[in-house]
């Protein structure tokens, strides 16, 4: 019991980290209906500035004479989220803006392009050997359960907050805000928002730097827990995140954070319980099933053409 408890809660903490890189897919898709391929890049770009960050704010706080953890995590966050930002914005304008009127292929090509482009510059300016972190929140949470124990660390505690508070906010500024208004007309009908005087060039840019930030929150989170990354890493978790997207309804946000936490949990309950080797083989399955029962995922819509 207290393995599958454990399972639970580390399959929790990797489903909230797919949930906000799916976000990125999923809103860019049902903004433009085109997939970013170059997402998990992105991701991959901002653990190379969330470590670079933490090392200019440690020794500036070193210079200055004193130690804060919260000072370096929140400086962390905000110079990570702004240059991850930018970066999404750079995409936008230079690979979707000039072919937005183009074939798929020709955006799909310019995607993947892109994608090379990221990971070759990080590996060229970077170096190709594997990076890291130290640890700077240590300790755990323990819960006794029958014979055994669950134990949660204190950096997975913070990952879950901040995942889940950087959800909650995205999710209020989409439903209750003018700029989340914009986005939904936008994503209904671009040619009716452009009519009624929204600027769609400026409401698709704006979702594109959205689902940067969303990839800069799950880059610190996990750059944080792990410690350790490569110039590589945004193809891996970039097929995972797009797969929880898929899995829980391309174009859907809840549905993102939905396929996010379903992935996670099923990745970890399955290598906790039978064998890590065979995880993602199992969690593709799991996508092939549901994809055959609910073509539009859990909770998408099935697309309407429009005449």
């Known amino acids: ?22 976000i990125g897919y999923t809103m860019v898709y ?33 210079f200055l004479g004193f130690e804060s953890f919260l000072i370096v995590i929140i400086g962390t966050l905000f110079l990570t989220i702004v240059v991850t930002g930018a970066y999404g914005w750079v995409i936008e304008r230079v690979a979707y803006r000039p072919l937005r009127n183009s074939s798929r292929l020709a955006v799909l090509i310019s995607a993947i392009g892109m994608s090379l482009i990221l990971q070759n510059y ?41 995942a ?3 959800m909650g906010i995205l999710t209020y500024v989409i439903q209750k805000t003018k700029l989340g208004r914009m986005c939904r007309a936008t994503q209904q ?3 009716m928002a452009s ?9 698709i840019s704006t979702v594109f730097v959205i689902g940067a930030t969303m990839a800069a929150l799950a880059g610190v989170l996990i750059t944080l ?33 939905l396929g996010g936490l379903i992935l996670g949990l099923s990745e970890a309950l399955f290598a906790g319980l039978i064998s890590s ?27 309407v053409e429009k005449v």
Do not use: C, W
């Open 225 to 257: 827990d792990y410690g350790a990354f490569d110039f590589y890493i945004g193809f891996i978790i970039g097929i995972k995140a797009f797969t929880a997207a898929v899995l829980g309804g391309i174009g859907s946000l809840p549905g993102a954070m």
């Open 30 to 62: 049902g903004i433009i209906g085109m997939i970013n391929f170059a997402h998990g890049d992105v991701y991959m770009v901002s653990s190379y500035i969330t470590a670079i960050a933490i090392a200019l704010i440690s020794a500036l706080l070193t």
């Open 277 to 303: 080797d065979y995880k993602d083989v199992f969690s593709f399955s799991l996508l092939v099933l549901i994809l055959i029962i609910r073509p539009s995922g859990l909770l998408g819509k099935p697309e």
């Open 164 to 166: 889940f508070a950087g």
């Open 195 to 203: 009519i009624l005087g929204i600027d769609t060039d400026k409401i």
């Open 189 to 191: 009908d671009r040619k």
């Open 122 to 162: 990080v590996q060229l300016s970077q170096g190709a050997n594997q990076q890291g972190v130290p640890t700077m929140l240590t300790g755990a949470l323990r819960f006794h359960v029958g014979d055994g124990f669950v134990q949660i660390t204190y950096m997975k505690v913070f990952i879950l907050i901040a």
């Open 1 to 22: 019991m207290d393995i599958v408890l454990q399972q639970l809660v580390n399959g929790l903490t990797l489903g909230s980290v797919y949930g906000l890189i799916a």
